[in-house]
């Protein structure tokens, strides 16, 4: 069965950096697109950067853009988000997700979707 499992959350000062990667297995990873959503207390997921299949082409969320990274290793089934100059409001479980198609913006979609990881910046 399709498994994502994210790690590399954790507790952070605002400014620092992050580094968060998910592995995946169970599926044809480079037949999929790959994205990160995040889900801050009481408020509804909101999609953060994706990416396509050869890692080529990204795109972010304007809350993220010039902060954060997207990366994916095909050879090692996993992608990865490199948060940097981090902000309070950046806290929430960060998820992992895998799409054939391409990620929207504006809608919280994904074939597999992983378990979450904490992240938290604090002021």
């Known amino acids: 069965q399709v498994q994502l499992v994210e790690s590399g959350g954790g507790l952070v000062q605002a400014g620092g950096s992050l580094r968060l990667s998910c592995a995946a297995s169970?599926?044809?990873?480079?037949?999929?697109?790959m994205g990160w959503f995040r889900q801050a207390p009481g408020k509804d997921r909101e999609f953060v950067a994706t990416?396509?299949?050869?890692?080529?082409?990204?795109y972010y969320a304007d809350s993220v853009k010039g902060r954060f990274t997207i990366s994916r290793d095909n050879a090692k089934n996993a992608v990865y988000l490199q948060m940097n100059s981090l902000k309070p409001e950046d806290t929430g479980v960060y998820y992992c997700?895998?799409?054939?198609?391409?990620?929207?913006?504006?809608?919280?979609?994904?074939?597999?979707w992983g378990q979450g990881t904490q992240v938290t910046v604090s002021s």
């Open positions: 997700a895998a799409k054939k198609g391409v990620f929207s913006r504006d809608t919280v979609s994904g074939d597999y």
């Open positions: 169970g599926l044809t990873f480079s037949r999929y697109y």
């Open positions: 990416i396509n299949w050869s890692g080529g082409s990204t």
